[in-house]
């Protein structure tokens, strides 16, 4: 039975114009990835009937192919790592005998890891009881979606549809990719062997992350950047410390401004180098394997949005307003929303998830934007790297064009008790915050478990807080989180 209708804000038809209309559905979701299953679930919390689509795995790209299994290897990579570094064990004063690792456990722990999540995931839907659909869904038109399933194609009519189908790995031109010798990340994840030379093809995050899963468990690493230089999308000082850290001791080479454009799998695999700027080859490299870290693009093809009228953009990425409503040539088609990958605002699960809350919100009445600024990530490497908000050139471009003054602080690891308790001191926290009001603009961090440490800073930029609200909050001594502390009391003094 279809719950009361709710009143629609964002753009949308309000619900007593069709109070009339029996649906299927109040709520059908294309795309059962972690964006998709957070909708369905706090859709089901609010009243609403509601089914989900997907003619994959549950869990999507995070649970099967990205974050999961790929923090899986990370922490066991990790523990290798760890293990192998005498030096630090000795200091605590710990000693070993020889280590060694078992690969295909390694990647098994990964596995079992993904298949429990997805189960999870699936359990929890029934319980709730939302119906889960395997099969291909498609909008028909209108507050309709069909179905493409084994048994045969049905149409299923819903209130509201929301288009979650997430993204792919983007393999640019010239780069032929067979699974095996030359993989994206979809492939990487199953550790399926340890070449003994590796390129990746991007320093990303992507890149950044399978960079430190192969030189833990052995493999020599080539990082290939077009741009000028490594980890272009991150805070410059932050990945100025993360090549003295995390490139430059380990057995990683590194090539800037410089395109790969031909890479021919094979044994050995076959890359040719170009200048970035000319296009030129300047070099032919032949290694064991390669991986494509060169980002992802939206998986919005044959999702029959030309049955509304709507058409993606020249990336593929479906247009949205604020309130996540598919836009047909800049106007609100009615009761049809997107989330996550598919829209390009911020490819990340948890800005997914958080998409997906807010639409089903904004459904029932209670309109609901996203703040960006203060959505975290990480790069989950050892040590961590983690950031939300602006970096300083982009602050300083906000500045300049809003008439006011940036300034910075940083602290480091090495200050920390507890850090030097742990004998991890490699890092550095860096708040960027506006002179005359103190406001946080961003905050950068590199050093052990930043990731965890972010989110003081993260809820801090929700609330617009300044470094004047957070300087006199006390933090438990020793722990990590004094790095920020130390930062926030530096930042009010000084300004």
Not at 23 to 33: E, K, N, P, Q, T
Request: glycine share 10%.
């Amino acid at each position: 039975m279809v719950q009361p209708a709710c009143k629609f804000k964002g753009g949308q038809l309000n619900s007593n114009q069709e109070s009339s209309v029996s649906f299927d559905y109040d709520l059908v979701i294309i795309g059962a990835g972690v964006g998709g299953h957070g909708a369905a679930i706090h859709a089901v919390a609010c009243g609403l009937k509601t089914a989900i689509i997907e003619s994959a795995e549950m869990g999507g790209t995070c649970v099967n192919r990205g974050c999961i299994p790929s923090k899986a290897l990370l922490a066991a990579s990790g523990r290798v790592r760890e293990l192998h570094n005498e030096h630090h064990l000795k200091a605590l004063g710990i000693q070993l005998g020889q280590v060694s690792f078992d690969r295909s456990a390694v990647a098994a722990h990964a596995d079992n890891l993904v298949q429990k999540i997805r189960g999870d995931l699936t359990n929890s839907l029934t319980r709730l009881k939302v119906d889960t659909i395997q099969g291909w869904g498609k909008v028909a038109g209108p507050q309709k979606v069909s179905v493409t399933t084994s048994a045969g194609e049905k149409t299923i009519t819903a209130k509201d549809i929301i288009v979650a189908s997430g993204s792919v790995p983007w393999v640019p031109p010239g780069v032929e990719v067979d699974g095996q010798t030359v993989f994206t990340s979809d492939q990487a994840v199953k550790l399926e062997w340890l070449p003994d030379w590796v390129a990746i093809i991007g320093s990303g995050y992507i890149g950044l992350e399978f960079s430190d899963v192969y030189t833990a468990l052995g493999s020599e690493v080539t990082m290939i950047e077009a741009l000028d230089q490594l980890m272009p999308t991150f805070d410059p000082d932050i990945a100025k410390i993360a090549q003295r850290v995390l490139i430059a001791p380990r057995d990683i080479e590194t090539h800037v401004g410089r395109l790969a454009i031909k890479v021919t799998p094979g044994s050995p695999v076959v890359i040719e180098l170009a200048d970035a700027k000319t296009k030129e080859v300047v070099e032919t490299l032949e290694v064991d394997a390669c991986l494509v870290a060169t980002g992802r693009i939206p998986a919005t093809k044959n999702l029959g949005l030309e049955n509304v009228g709507v058409e993606t953009d020249k990336r593929g990425f479906i247009p949205i307003n604020d309130f996540m409503a598919v836009l047909n040539q800049g106007e609100p088609v009615p009761h049809l929303w997107a989330i996550g990958d598919a829209t390009g605002k911020m490819m990340l699960a948890h800005a997914a998830s958080a998409q997906g809350i807010a639409v089903v919100e904004t459904i029932c009445g209670r309109d609901r934007q996203i703040d960006y600024r203060s959505i975290p990530a990480a790069a989950f490497t050892h040590p961590e790297i983690s950031f939300v908000g602006l970096t300083e050139p982009d602050a300083q471009k906000l500045g300049e064009a809003e008439g006011f003054k940036v300034s910075n602080v940083r602290t480091y690891f090495k200050g920390n008790s507890k850090a030097l308790a742990e004998g991890e001191t490699d890092g550095m926290a860096k708040i960027i915050f506006r002179e005359d009001t103190g406001e946080i603009l961003g905050a950068h961090i590199l050093g052990l478990h930043a990731a965890d440490l972010i989110h003081e800073a993260s809820n801090a930029i929700a609330k617009r807080q300044s470094v004047h609200d957070l300087s006199p909050l006390v933090h438990t001594h020793p722990t990590l989180s004094e790095v920020l502390d130390e930062a926030f009391k530096r930042a009010s003094v000084a300004h």
